[in-house]
Nanobody
């Protein structure tokens, strides 16, 4: 059974940076597209960024384009989210998740979620 463990969140000032990591176990990492999601208080979960199994294609929410970068290391079974120029509206719990195809990552319903990692952007 696939297990995902997110880490790297914290408190950062507006304009700052963080790098999130998601460690994968319990399956063949290299066959899965990987996505980073976030859920802010009182809001629905949304896909922030996705990446294909080999890392050749990515997909970003409009709100983070040009600021966030998703990457993966298949040897380490880890996916990363580099977040730059952070804004208060980026404050949320961030989760990672998997699917077989990049386009299916946009479907948020029916997924199982880990504990996530809290990102707080505040001065």
């Amino acid at each position: 059974q696939v297990q995902l463990v997110e880490s790297g969140g914290g408190l950062v000032q507006p304009g700052g940076s963080l790098r999130l990591s998601c460690a994968f176990s319990g399956g063949i990492f290299s066959v899965y597209a990987m996505g980073w999601y976030r859920q802010a208080a009182g809001k629905e979960c949304e896909l922030v960024a996705g990446i294909t199994p080999a890392g050749g294609s990515t997909d970003y929410a409009d709100s983070v384009k040009g600021r966030f970068t998703i990457s993966r290391d298949n040897a380490k079974k880890t996916v990363y989210l580099q977040m730059n120029s952070l804004k208060p509206e980026d404050t949320a719990v961030y989760y990672c998740n998997t699917d077989r195809f990049l386009f299916k990552l946009r479907e948020t319903q029916g997924r199982s979620w880990g504990q996530g990692t809290q990102v707080t952007v505040s001065s």
